[in-house]
């Protein structure tokens, strides 16, 4: 069973729209962490964000935030005020207390915003 | 500071040839991690070196093999390469060694092509 699941495989925005990307995941541990990686062109995975189990709050940074709902097991991302430079596949992922720094990706949600 | 560095960005072999991926990890990390994201895909856990042993394994064949050395870089070595290992070879370092509430941070990856 997929543990994280991106269901978007791709969205086309206009500049300066909102967007909204959706992460659902899957777990039976108690004790684990949510993780947000955007990849461009290049290939390397860039760090956006990271969220433990126990903390709920929702996160800002800049145009970016993250609405964490552990009833429904989502992990969503939105970029406010889209901008070229956002284009890129953004990645959702999971790490579980019982399995160690093994990280479960989903299979991604290509962004392009279109100027 | 010099991020996670791996060698060589690009590479194509034949079908049954062996392959060895290099990575360096981030100043002051002395984890590193592998993942084999095919085109279209998320990437996928194959193993976790920590004070030069592999601590997790993922769902990958003995084929794949790796090594830590004493400066924490490692090596991926995968045997009788087949078509399907084509793929973005990714390494990653973090902190700490295995605690899943380690953030992990990507190099740019070795491109493989198995013809």
């Known amino acids: 069973a997929q543990k994280v699941t991106q269901a978007q495989t791709e969205i086309s925005v206009v500049e300066k729209e909102d967007v909204t990307l959706d992460c659902v995941y899957e777990?039976?541990?108690?004790?684990?962490?949510l993780f947000w990686y955007k990849q461009p062109p290049s290939g390397e995975l860039v760090f956006l964000i990271r969220r433990n189990s126990f903390d709920e709050q929702n996160e800002i940074s800049g145009r970016y935030s993250w609405n964490f709902q552990k009833s429904t097991s989502s992990f969503n991302f939105t970029i406010t005020a889209s901008q070229v430079v956002d284009s890129a596949v953004y990645f959702c992922?999971?790490?579980?207390?019982?399995?160690?720094?093994?990280?479960?990706f989903g299979t991604g949600t290509s962004l392009t915003v279109i100027p | 500071d010099a991020g996670v560095t791996q060698s060589p960005t690009h590479l194509i072999k034949t079908r049954g040839q062996q392959v060895t991926l290099r990575c360096s990890p981030k100043?002051?990390?002395?984890?590193v991690s592998w993942y084999q994201q095919a085109l279209g895909q998320g990437p996928q856990f194959i193993f976790q070196?920590?004070?030069?042993?592999?601590?997790q394994r993922g769902n990958f064949p003995d084929r794949f093999s790796g090594h830590q050395f004493p400066n924490y870089s490692s090596e991926l070595n995968v045997n009788a390469l087949l078509l399907g290992d084509s793929a973005l070879y990714l390494c990653?370092?973090?902190?700490?060694?295995?605690?899943?509430?380690?953030?992990?941070?990507f190099g740019e990856g070795s491109w493989l092509t198995v013809v």
């Open positions: 777990t039976r541990d108690t004790t684990y962490y």
């Open positions: 992922a999971l790490s579980e207390e019982g399995n160690g720094n093994q990280f479960y």
């Open positions: 100043s002051g990390h002395d984890t």
């Open positions: 070196y920590y004070e030069e042993e592999e601590r």
């Open positions: 990653a370092s973090s902190p700490r060694g295995t605690w899943a509430g380690n953030t992990i941070y």
